[in-house]
């Protein structure tokens, strides 16, 4: 079911191993043989239309996955058309919570795609591994060279350049792997200009420049154990956000890891593995390229974390367990400079994030079961306790007096499914439940302007946990010709935490026209629907179409914000002898279900088209891939639901890009 998910989710395409039916029993063993992670290493991050996409461009192909879009950069990833606050997002197991009170800086944000290997995104309660989610989960896979292979060096090279922002990347990754050492690294660059929208006028603000390194070293302890050190880094200068009143100058992560894994040969226990993390995250936002603006702000944020997970893998006969063990240590600074037009007379400090800390353990346990040949069994659950505490309580205290300066809450959640295939057909069928403590701003943010809109947030240190209830089905079929698969869930949010307008309190930024408290509705209910299907019209023609539907409503039959209206994709790709050919079409339907209560208009549907070629050659036993393409040739002039402030979206972009692989 989790590999099920995985790769049903994140629908990357025709790849034939992407439509063998994954086995999860296989799973567990393959983990001991080097097969698999050689497997891994040849994946890469493309999508059928293109070969070097951003992580954010990647994630977009998957069917459960939306984007809030402030800009060209960093788009905050909605899991089952909820926000990141609701979903778990890690970097190989870890967290790391971004420094923005704005959400600038999603974790997604700190990575590349040249130092990735896949993607996992797990649905609603089976995601809650390493933690109490309610959304699901989004784990960003490092990419991970095996020891011993033939060819000790490995490595590739990506350039590229898109014409509409005049984006220049250059991509690097290097491997050395022998027997006992592996050495990898990855080196990236990203520079883009403002970009054009469909009228051909320049976004301002919409620039941005990204930096991105990461070195891994591992080391064979022994036959069946290693040791292994990670890090990445990652710096963000001179980044617009055009649908914010605020741009980023810089932002600066650190992400360390160090992990031990032992496997066993003999008997239930197959694979201990357990690492110690710490990451750091840096981020100075501030006003000062809107020179419009007479009274500036310097709103920086700090993030530091560090954690340990530990999981086992057990696996006898028909039976397979996962345990995993995670704990982490999270203290969140966000600070607000307010200044007239000279500096030196600063008017006013606040904490927006007053030096709050969030502490988290958390034990999870996943069975597997398989009961016959056709069918199996998943069932899991995990129990948390998170505890928070505000130094600098006094800004709490301010809308909530006497508000407790730290909170201890338990996190329970359980889930399970079946899952049954007969013949050229699967279904499946399952539920959840599970709570989440609210967010760091949901609890203790202090002023949060939220331009999109335009109130000033205030966290509630005492709302409940939010609790949510999951059912999820899914259908398919599927024979050599085609594959159909359909997919929906429902979930039944209580004590769903969402910002209401508050009679108390003044707005402090001029462009505020007041202040949101964040409170819990009785309920909310969302309910999501998603249908794929594959055909191969000839052995070199393929066609594959998706198409998506949510609604979702508060406890007054109300509609909530960014829920994605109903909206496709449909697409060709046709090879001939080295040439490849995409064409796709996507859009949205028009926005019925918008919700002007939480600041949203009606957005109108949209169509885009995009077309794209590539051609593999070779020099000197080098493979090479040269690919041209274009995003919205009809340079269509649109901005989705889910753009902040009806940001228009870019228009036609003609991009292309060289690989070369050693
Ligand atoms: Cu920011």
């Known amino acids: 079911m989790k590999e099920q998910l995985t790769l049903i989710c994140l629908f990357i395409g025709l790849l034939a191993n992407a439509q063998d039916t994954p086995k999860e ?4 063993p393959v983990l001991l043989g080097e097969v698999h992670l050689i497997k891994i290493l040849k994946k890469q991050l493309e999508t059928e239309m293109k070969m070097s996409v951003s992580v954010d461009e990647y994630l977009a192909s998957s069917d459960n996955i939306s984007f809030i879009k402030r800009g060209a950069y960093a788009w905050e990833p909605l899991l089952n058309n909820m926000n990141t606050e609701r979903s778990i997002i890690t970097i190989d197991g870890m967290h790391i919570f971004g420094a923005c009170t704005d959400k600038m800086d999603p974790v997604t944000s700190y990575v590349e795609s040249n130092n990735l290997s896949k993607i996992d995104v797990k649905s609603g309660q089976s995601g809650g591994q390493s933690g109490a989610t309610v959304a699901g989960s989004i784990d960003l896979k490092r990419k991970s060279t095996p020891f011993g292979l033939a060819k000790k060096w490995n490595g590739n090279y990506q350039s590229g350049f898109e014409f509409n922002n ?19 690294g990855s080196i990236s660059y990203r520079k883009a200009e403002n970009y054009s929208d469909g009228n051909n006028n320049e976004v301002n603000h919409s620039q941005f420049k990204k930096f991105n390194t990461s070195l891994g070293l591992a080391y064979k302890t022994s036959e069946l154990s290693s040791l292994k050190v990670d890090a990445i880094f990652d710096m963000a200068k001179d980044v ?51 020179p419009e603006n007479l009274v500036h702000m310097d709103m920086p944020g700090w993030s530091t974390t560090y954690g340990l997970v530990s999981k086992v893998n057990l696996h006898k006969a028909n039976y397979s367990l996962e345990a995993q063990l995670n704990a982490y240590n999270n203290l969140s600074i966000a600070e607000m400079r307010m200044y007239p037009q000279d500096r030196s007379e600063r008017t006013m400090f606040a ?27 998943n ?30 809450r338990f996190l329970p959640s359980l889930y399970g499914g079946y899952t049954l295939n007969l013949n050229q057909f699967n279904f499946s069928l399952g539920g959840g439940y599970g709570q989440r403590a609210p967010s760091v701003s949901e609890g203790y943010g202090y002023y949060i302007y939220n331009s999109f809109d335009r109130y000033d947030y205030i966290g509630n240190p005492n709302l409940e946990n939010e609790t949510s209830y999951e059912l999820n ?25 969402i910002g209401r307008v508050l009679s108390m309190g003044s707005p402090m930024n001029y462009q505020s026209i007041g202040v949101k408290g964040y409170t819990s509705l009785d309920y909310a209910t969302l309910f999501n629907f998603s249908i794929n299907a594959d055909y191969s019209i000839l052995k070199d023609l393929h066609w594959s179409g998706t198409l998506t539907y949510a609604r979702a409503q508060d406890d007054n039959d109300g509609n909530l914000p960014f829920i994605r209206p109903l909206s496709y994709q449909t697409s060709l790709h046709y090879s001939y002898q080295k040439f490849e050919f995409q064409t796709s079409v996507n859009g949205d339907f028009e926005q019925i279900n918008y919700s002007p209560e939480y600041g949203e208009d009606q957005t109108p549907s949209y169509s885009i088209w995009n077309l794209s070629a590539n051609y593999t050659f070779h020099i000197n036993n080098y493979k090479a891939v040269v690919e041209v393409g274009a995003e919205n040739i009809f340079n269509e002039y649109y901005s989705t639901y889910a753009d902040w402030g009806n940001i228009p979206r870019m228009g036609r972009n003609v991009f292309t890009s060289l690989k070369f692989k050693f």
Request: hydrophobic share 35%.
């Open 473 to 497: 089905a899914s259908a398919g079929f599927k024979n050599k010709k085609m594959s159909l698969q359909a997919k929906v869930n429902y979930f039944y949010i209580r004590n769903y935490i």
């Open 240 to 290: 617009g956000y055009p649908a914010l009143p605020m741009d980023l100058s810089l932002s600066r992560a650190i992400i360390t890891s160090a992990s031990y894994k032992q496997l066993f040969e003999e008997g239930m226990l197959r694979v201990w593995d357990t690492k110690v993390y710490f990451n750091a995250v840096e981020h100075n936002m501030d006003d000062t390229t809107r």
């Open 25 to 28: 029993k296989d799973s567990i």
């Open 166 to 184: 005049k984006q220049f990347f250059n991509l690097g990754n290097v491997a050395y792997s022998s027997d006992k050492l592996v050495a990898e």
């Open 379 to 408: 069932f899991g659950g995990s129990l948390g306790v998170n505890y928070n505490h505000s130094k600098y309580v006094d800004f709490n205290w301010i809308f909530h007096p006497g508000a407790p300066q730290e909170k201890t």
């Open 351 to 377: 904490y927006s994030w007053p030096w709050v800390t969030t502490r988290y353990a958390g034990l999870s346990l996943n069975n597997r079961w398989d009961i016959s040949e056709k069918s199996s069994l």
